[in-house]
């Protein structure tokens, strides 16, 4: 399951008007009922061995008109319905369900809402999923952002305490993308830091830049936490990423998202 294995493009994600969005919103409930709403998978690979080690589950809402509409343009939809909690626990059933058939040595990374941290059921409800599914919680990455944990900081650190009691993992995702606050690392059970692809846009032509990676790279190595950087759209950020001693990456250069059967079809490989 090398990189260099040739892996079919997916078609970009439509644009949305503001007026469409609110006809597409009043639609949305139905169509994760209906099956449109699907999870697509953004590989993710090693720097020290070029091979996939897992990926990143996606929202997709195959529209029978418009197409294919992207994660962020699904959950504004989402938001505006009250449906958030909803379409979060839809995607996450789906890419549990299917990473339960990947070769053991994959993992699977979730995005997590402020919604379904604030659920009191939310540990034992994904406990559950993860032993329907026989996907064992420590092949499962919990991704939070810092907006995620804005509202609340206290109710969070409950939630992902519990959750990562199990085994399951937390990645701190679009590092570098907010404020950075460092008390996050310092009060969360985090694992990973998933690195904002604005950390590594500039790498290969500005020196400082570089240096501002380097730093967060030193950063993670004291706190023993892994790191993955995030956006990697040419070789020579991949080379600069791997050189650094990121742990891996993820993005375009080498597979867009896939769909669940061209996921599977990758990792029987």
Not at 87 to 107: C, D, F, K, M, N
């Amino acid at each position: 399951m090398k990189s260099q294995q040739s892996i079919p493009p997916m078609t970009r994600p439509v644009e949305i008007s503001p007026a469409l969005e609110t006809t597409l919103s009043r639609d949305l409930s139905r169509a994760i009922k209906t099956g449109q709403v699907e999870v697509h998978f953004q590989p993710q690979f090693s720097t020290k061995t070029d091979a996939m080690i897992g990926a990143e589950a996606l929202a997709r809402w195959r529209h029978p008109v418009l197409g294919e509409i992207n994660a962020s343009d699904l959950f504004a939809m989402a938001e505006r319905t009250g449906l958030v909690g909803e379409l979060s626990r839809h995607i996450v059933s789906l890419a549990i369900a299917e990473a339960a058939h990947w070769p053991s040595e994959l993992r699977l990374s979730v995005n997590t809402t402020p919604e379904e941290l604030s659920d009191p059921a939310f540990a034992s409800d994904l406990t559950l999923a993860l032993v329907t599914s026989g996907l064992a919680p420590a092949r499962l990455t919990l991704e939070i952002t810092e907006q995620t944990l804005i509202g609340n900081l206290n109710a969070s650190a409950r939630a992902l305490t519990a959750v990562a009691g199990t085994g399951v993992h937390i990645a701190l995702d679009d590092f570098g993308a907010g404020f950075c606050n460092f008390q996050y690392l310092k009060r969360l059970p985090i694992n990973t830091i998933k690195l904002d692809r604005s950390m590594v846009h500039g790498i290969t032509r500005s020196k400082r830049d570089l240096e501002v990676l380097r730093a967060i790279l030193r950063l993670a190595e004291a706190l023993e936490l892994q790191t993955i950087a995030e956006g990697i759209e040419t070789e020579a950020q991949r080379k600069v990423v791997a050189e650094e001693g990121c742990d891996a990456w993820q993005g375009y250069l080498w597979a867009e998202p896939l769909g669940a059967r061209q996921m599977h079809t990758l990792t029987k490989v």
